[in-house]
């Protein structure tokens, strides 16, 4: 049941880190006024996910294993080569985490400067920010308050126009 545990918790804190990542992308266009890349945004996730499972999967089979967590030396326990190669793998894919941060951080930055100009509602969102607020966004909350029909009802989304 720890394998369980470690594995549930795993997937929650990855799953909330790619979420928002997924996020930013969503709302760069808001902030920004530009497109990030798409193609290295990709190419980002895809390393990201790979050095994610990587690093971490090996560590929760040694721990089924019987490696304790937190030891500077593991030498005194049995079965050590598969615990340093299972470490050796974590590190690597440690190393593919960063990269894949790097190009992300890259697509970003790069999108920010010279990335492709962004419409003010590129997703055809009816949400109050994509439908009455300008990208990026002034100073304030709204130029003017938006003035909302019924057709706007959270009851009614999937019919306006």
Not at 97 to 107: E, H
Request: hydrophobic letters at 45%; a positive charge.
């Amino acid at each position: 049941t720890s394998f369980i545990h470690a594995h549930f918790h795993y997937v929650m804190a990855l799953s909330a880190t790619f979420a928002i990542l997924g996020g930013i992308y969503f709302w760069f266009p808001k902030m920004t006024g530009r497109f990030a890349n798409e193609k290295r945004g990709k190419i980002g996730f895809g390393v990201n996910f790979i050095g994610v499972n990587l690093t971490f999967i090996p560590l929760f089979v040694i721990g089924v294993e019987g490696m304790p967590r937190r030891y500077a030396d593991w030498a005194m326990f049995e079965g050590l080569q598969s615990f340093h190669t299972a470490h050796n793998i974590s590190t690597i894919g440690s190393w593919m985490i960063a990269a894949g941060m790097l190009i992300t951080l890259a697509s970003w930055l790069a999108g920010a400067i010279a990335g492709e100009k962004a419409p003010e509602n590129p997703w055809k969102s009816k949400s109050l920010e994509w439908t009455h607020a300008s990208s990026p966004p002034g100073p304030g909350n709204f130029a003017e308050v938006p003035k909302l029909g019924l057709e706007w009802s959270p009851y009614a989304y999937h019919q306006s126009g």
